[in-house]
């Protein structure tokens, strides 16, 4: 069965409560949740992963080589700010999807940039939780 890693980044653990007008009021167990049920309709294996920290997810990324087929990651602020999860997803050559909840185009300028997107397979930007889903249907090959 296919092994696919998903890597929320930080402050995502507040979903529920933070900025709601952005980001909804699902939470972050929501999320998870939904995902793993539909994972096992996919047919594929997932393992949740939430940090505040960069290094750990850095940790994290090193790690999957060889255990998972694929990442979906929500890099949040890290998206705009990190050359160390870049490097670290071009480093393990698994396939990666960036995921955000909101359309990042449609907001400040600062976050119009991803330093993660040149070294992702694909980017999905303001679907809410069904962005994370779409990624994962991607990678189950259904
Ligand atoms: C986010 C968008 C980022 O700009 C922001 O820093 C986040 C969440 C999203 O899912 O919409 O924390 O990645």
Redesign the pocket.
């Known amino acids: 069965m296919k092994k696919i890693l998903i890597i929320n980044g930080?402050?995502?653990n507040l979903l529920g409560t933070r900025e709601p007008e952005i980001?909804g009021k699902f939470t972050l167990a929501d999320i998870e949740n939904t995902l793993k049920d539909f994972a096992k309709k996919m047919n594929v294996e997932i393992e949740c992963f939430q940090s505040n920290h960069e290094g750990e997810i850095v940790d994290k990324i090193g790690g999957a080589k060889n255990n998972f087929e694929g990442i979906i990651i929500?890099?949040?602020?890290y998206?705009?700010t990190s050359v160390a999860i870049r490097d670290a997803i071009a480093s393990v050559e698994i396939p990666v999807i960036e995921v955000?909840?909101?359309n990042?185009y449609s907001r400040e300028q600062f976050?119009h940039n991803s330093f993660i997107a040149p070294v992702a397979v694909g980017q999905i930007s303001g679907l809410g939780i069904k962005g994370y889903l779409l990624a994962l249907e991607y990678f189950s090959g259904k």
């Open positions: 930080p402050n995502l980001y929500n890099p949040a602020a998206t705009h955000h909840i909101s990042i976050r």
